[in-house]
């Protein structure tokens, strides 16, 4: 699913945790554009992330390579020629079966930080 | 503190989460050689997190770099000329203060992960 870098498993990778982002994102409403993005990034700076742009777009484009999501072009509102991209899930099952995973693995992280706390300061 | 990489926030590295566990493993006693660090992968692998020794290594020696541990060889117990190096805390306070930064921080990814689940999964 596009994370070719090797592993010791130690926590999540950020590409996955945007696709995560991305996919619900796009779940939720058709995606004009990139005007989210910015939203995605103000989300996370509260706790001290601030993605780069080229990640997110990194985590999009594995997304459209694997065929969970596809881009159309429309025109933009008000606009006669302006085009704009939209997102959408292509594929929801693959998409479901993805979130899963990520899921799987956001549990698993959320109990090594715990284990991580109580052996180091209890 | 050896950190060199960039870092662009997200989850705490692995090199710090290393370097935590030493200053407790050697808080507690006195580090004969290198027969903890099996027991430190051992005690990960339930998580599905299997650090490289060469990994470990580099945190250790970050620490002896950093003058927050310190090594010095003894002969090995029963043995004649077998030397083992031991390692212990040289300056308490800046190991104090660098577990407290590592508190902080696995903190603030405990939150980031549980905004992922509440905002991904309900």
């Given at each position: 699913m596009g994370e070719k870098r090797e592993s010791t498993g130690f926590l999540i990778k950020q590409r996955a945790f945007l696709k995560l982002y991305l996919l619900t994102s796009i779940e939720k409403e058709r995606w004009y554009g990139m005007q989210l993005l910015d939203e995605l990034r103000e989300s996370f700076k509260p706790f001290g992330f601030e993605p780069q742009h080229s990640e997110v777009y990194r985590a999009l484009h594995d997304l459209l390579e694997d065929g969970i999501l596809s881009r159309r072009k429309i025109k933009e509102?008000?606009?006669?020629y302006k085009e704009v991209a939209v997102y959408s899930i292509a594929n929801k099952e693959e998409a479901k079966a993805y979130k899963k995973l990520v899921k799987a693995d956001l549990d698993r992280c959320e109990q090594l930080l715990r284990k991580a706390l109580k052996d180091n300061f209890s």
């Open positions: 509102e008000g606009s006669k």
